[in-house]
């Protein structure tokens, strides 16, 4: 019911030139908005993982490996810890005197008859009485704070 344009207020007439644009620019920006959301589940949905693909690539195992039985070792440069069956059999507890007796790179299976002793290796009692050579260090000796 419109009225004369005397008696209508700025507010009214504001409202009423602006009522059919709002309303197309909504609808507009409604339409885009719905195709940008399809756009990107579309996208979602192409990266998801199929389940009967199995493990994705690069993702660990959730439970840790069982602990087997250590049954073969070498004494070389990466050897860390001596094993039990190892020392049982050697009667010798560090790689440094098995590798003195044996040579480095000996193999050693459980259950099974140790490797030929080195030829030119030191005698076990030599490598155990062996004395740890110790060097002390010189004490530090700074210098007056006030001596410039």
């Given at each position: ?66 602990r087997k039985d250590l049954t073969r070792w070498v004494a070389d440069r990466r050897a860390r ?53 110790v060097k002390a260090k010189p004490p530090l000796v700074r210098k007056a704070a006030g001596s410039?």
């Amino acid at each position: 019911m419109p009225r004369s344009g005397a008696s209508m207020s700025l507010d009214q007439v504001v409202r009423d030139a602006i009522q059919g644009v709002v309303a197309r620019v909504a609808k507009v920006v409604a339409d885009a908005l719905a195709r940008e959301v399809e756009r990107q589940l579309e996208g979602e949905l192409r990266r998801a993982p199929v389940p009967s693909a199995g493990r994705a690539r690069g993702t660990r195992r959730s439970a840790p490996r069982a602990r087997k039985d250590l049954t073969r070792w070498v004494a070389d440069r990466r050897a860390r810890r001596v094993p039990t069956f190892v020392i049982e059999a050697t009667g010798l507890d560090t790689k440094k005197k098995i590798v003195a007796k044996f040579g480095e790179d000996a193999m050693f299976e459980k259950g099974k008859a140790l490797p030929g002793a080195r030829a030119a290796a030191a005698s076990v009692a030599e490598v155990k009485a062996a004395p740890r050579l110790v060097k002390a260090k010189p004490p530090l000796v700074r210098k007056a704070a006030g001596s410039r």
